[in-house]
């Protein structure tokens, strides 16, 4: 049981990393996490993935005064997105014609619900920026979605003004990660579910 929903996890982590780099080789915008990595990326020199480590870090350090508990799946889901989007990005080489960006882009947009979907699924923890949005939920009374949208457009903004890629592509995720990860998530529960020990009926 614990194996399965490891390797979903790993599975779905990487597959998140390799959408980024996906929505990044599309040029069309990125998700409002990945243009704020962007920015900090364009005007320290660091990786791309690397600033997403630097952020989930600094985003996890936040759960302190929220008192929110990382899971395994907290941490791997630092480290795991970052190496896996800088791996993609060092093979996959720039798009160039609109077919191909507009491709790139709506893979991208797919492949990060999936990959989504199965790291959630997993059930080993929030990845920290998920976390913080509940956290902000449980101590101090926002609603999930005011929570959701306030961070990712504070994020947004900052990542805009520091030079991040927005577009097209962004205002795409924005409108369809929700829904999609909506129809992926139940399958990717389900199989984490199977091979679990049946519980004794009370």
């Known amino acids: 049981m614990f194996m399965r929903r490891f390797i979903q996890l790993q599975f779905g982590l990487c597959l998140y990393g390799v959408a980024a780099a996906m929505m990044v080789r ?16 364009l005007r320290t020199g660091m990786s791309l993935g690397t600033a997403s480590i630097l952020m989930g870090v600094v985003v996890m350090l936040t759960w302190i005064p929220l ?47 999936v990959g989504a979907a199965a790291y ?8 920290p920026r998920d976390g913080l949005m509940v956290g902000l939920n449980q101590r101090l009374g926002w609603s999930i979605r005011v929570s959701r949208m306030l961070i ?12 991040g890629s927005v577009g097209v592509g962004t205002i795409v995720f924005a409108v369809g990660i929700g829904p999609l990860i909506q129809i992926f998530l139940p399958w990717f529960q389900s199989l984490a579910r199977e091979g679990a020990p049946a519980r004794a009926s009370a």
């Open 26 to 41: 599309a040029n069309l915008g990125l998700d409002p996490w990945n243009v704020f990595h962007q920015g900090l990326s």
């Open 67 to 113: 008192r929110q508990k990382p899971g395994i799946g907290t941490l791997f889901n630092i480290f795991v997105i970052g190496l896996s989007m800088d791996a993609a990005l060092a093979v996959m080489p720039e798009m160039t014609t609109l077919p191909l960006r507009l491709a790139f882009m709506a893979g991208g947009v797919v492949l990060t619900a």
């Open 120 to 127: 959630i699924g997993a059930g080993m923890g929030t990845g």
């Open 152 to 163: 990712e457009l504070s994020v947004l903004a900052g990542g805009w003004l520091l030079g």
